[in-house]
């Protein structure tokens, strides 16, 4: 059976900041204190193959993982995390335009097909998802770790519990519900194409290595 090790990349600068972030935001001090917590914690896992996003800060967290296990770093682009309306980048959280921005999506998640103008909407979260995970199911190994990012991920465990079946509104409800820590490690596991479940839940947000 595949065991995928999802962990969240460290505390970044942007996630501290005041402004919306872009990809190109690095680890904090804090965030690559946490990435050394994790990658101790992943010396003692029976990890094959590192896989990463390729925005800035789960790089960086990937880098300090891979001096550690001595694994190769992949990245793809399918864990990236969500994107946003660019109309957001690079202004404060608390701009009006900002604000208003949000919460029209957030009223709208659940409406089929609706976007607000160049961002990633529910749609297109859900079908990258599913490519994630043909992606993990398709390679060899049978231990992987993906360093990726908390929306994405709540995306990715929605998806796992209702496949095709996920709706805007249930995809939704994890995104409000569910939360997940700086370098928390979420663990899945794959059976195969002809089992069901195929995809199951194992472990969600372990952050005992901050402890």
């Known amino acids: 059976m595949k065991t995928i090790y999802f962990i969240r990349h460290g505390e970044s600068e942007g996630n501290t900041g005041l402004v919306r972030q872009d990809g190109f935001s690095p680890l904090s001090d804090r ?4 990435a050394a917590f994790m990658a101790e914690r992943c010396s003692k896992l029976p990890i094959d193959l590192l896989v990463a996003s390729t925005m800035t800060r789960a790089q960086q967290t990937a880098s300090i ?4 296990i001595g694994k190769e770093v992949i990245s793809s682009d399918l864990f990236t ?3 946003r309306p660019s109309a957001q980048t690079g ?17 709208n998640f659940g409406t089929s097909g609706y976007r607000h103008s160049d961002e990633e909407n529910f749609e297109d979260l859900r079908d990258r998802a599913r490519q994630a995970l043909e992606f993990l199911a398709n390679r060899p190994e049978e231990n ?3 360093v990726t990012h908390g929306f ?4 990715i465990m929605a998806y796992v519990v209702f496949r095709e079946r996920l709706t805007g509104k249930e995809c939704e409800l994890f995104m409000r519900t569910f939360h997940m820590e700086n370098t928390g490690l979420t663990i899945i596991k794959y059976a195969g194409p002809d089992k069901e479940p195929s995809w199951w839940v194992w472990t969600w947000n372990d952050h005992a290595h901050l402890s």
């Open 144 to 146: 992987i770790a993906v």
């Open 31 to 34: 965030g690559r204190e946490q």
């Open 152 to 155: 994405f991920m709540r995306i």
């Open 81 to 83: 995390e969500r994107r």
């Open 91 to 107: 202004k404060p959280k608390d701009n009006p335009e900002v604000l208003v921005i949000d919460k029209e999506i957030w009223n």
């Open 65 to 68: 993982i891979k001096e550690k």
